[in-house]
């Protein structure tokens, strides 16, 4: 299974601070993002990857080569004018034969790639979106699913000031078949979230999204490249995953014997 990374944006909001490398060699902890997400893709296993670049993209061939260094097969898809993110990657329909994973090269994530791609199978889903609710909706691309997880609509950002919505956000990392890539039009700038998945929701694909809490943050704006920096730096991203283990209490005759408000441990008689 292959791992596509879209690395070709300009980045013209992280410009002014990082105008001399492409967004996708810019450093959390020492280490470029795109680092982070190929160590992560060769974690679960995933050592199969094309890197679509563009604006300074030499130096991401420069730094990768072909990946031995990491243990895992890269190979480059050079784009010569900006294609949005599906636009970036309608030349390689030829190239993927089985579902693939999509990842935004300006994204850090700790994200159990494995059980995301079980839930791809258990749905037969065409395109499986990762979504999470997060702290700017605001100004986020967000979905609409019903209680099995089906997408139901898109709500790209921006969103008129009386919208109400439930707090699920694209987070985009996605799993895509073949036949989504096959609806990409050719030599046409496009977006995922805003061109290709509205218009295939009607259509003969099925679409669905998968909820999770895990760590996934794009460090797009100056702000939140921040923040993405501090929150590996106090150890939040390493923490942040499923398998975190929990102590749900009661204190009312659940699972100890009721005797009145408990405020000290020595009251606490556990049945």
């Not at 902890?29 to 679509?52: M, R, T, W």
């Not at 993110?85 to 089985?98: F, N, Y």
């Not at 496009?190 to 460090?219: C, H, R, T, V, W």
Request: proline share 4%; aromatic share 10%; hydrophobic share 35%.
């Amino acid at each position: 299974m292959k791992v596509i990374i879209i690395a070709g944006g300009k980045g013209s909001r992280m410009e002014k601070s990082h105008s001399e490398i492409p967004k996708g060699l810019i450093k959390i902890s020492n280490k470029p993002v795109l680092e982070h997400q190929i160590e992560l893709a060769k974690k679960f296993g995933y050592v199969d990857i094309i890197i679509c670049i563009g604006h300074l993209g030499q130096q991401i061939k420069d730094y990768f080569s072909n990946g031995s260094k990491w243990e895992v097969n890269i190979t480059y898809s050079m784009e010569q004018a900006p294609m949005g993110t599906a636009g970036s990657i309608s030349k390689l329909k030829s190239l993927i034969k089985e579902d693939c994973f999509i990842f935004y090269g300006d994204t850090l994530m700790n994200i159990s790639l494995d059980l995301m791609h079980k839930f791809h199978k258990e749905k037969k889903s065409d395109i499986t979106l990762l979504v999470h609710p997060n702290d700017h909706p605001f100004d986020s691309d967000l979905v609409q699913i019903d209680q099995n997880s089906k997408v139901l609509n898109f709500l790209p950002s921006p969103h008129p000031n009386e919208l109400i919505y439930n707090n699920i956000v694209n987070a985009a990392l996605y799993i895509i078949s073949p036949k989504v890539l096959a609806s990409i039009p050719k030599d046409k700038k496009s977006d995922f979230g805003k061109d290709i998945f509205p218009k295939l929701i009607n259509a003969d694909i099925q679409m669905f999204a998968y909820k999770s809490f895990e760590y996934i943050k794009d460090m797009g704006t100056p702000k939140r490249y921040e923040e993405v920096c501090d929150d590996f730096k106090v150890g939040k991203i390493s923490k942040k995953k499923l398998k975190n283990k929990a102590v749900f209490l009661d204190r009312d005759g659940v699972i100890n014997k009721d005797e009145g408000l408990i405020y000290k441990q020595s009251q606490f008689n556990l049945i």
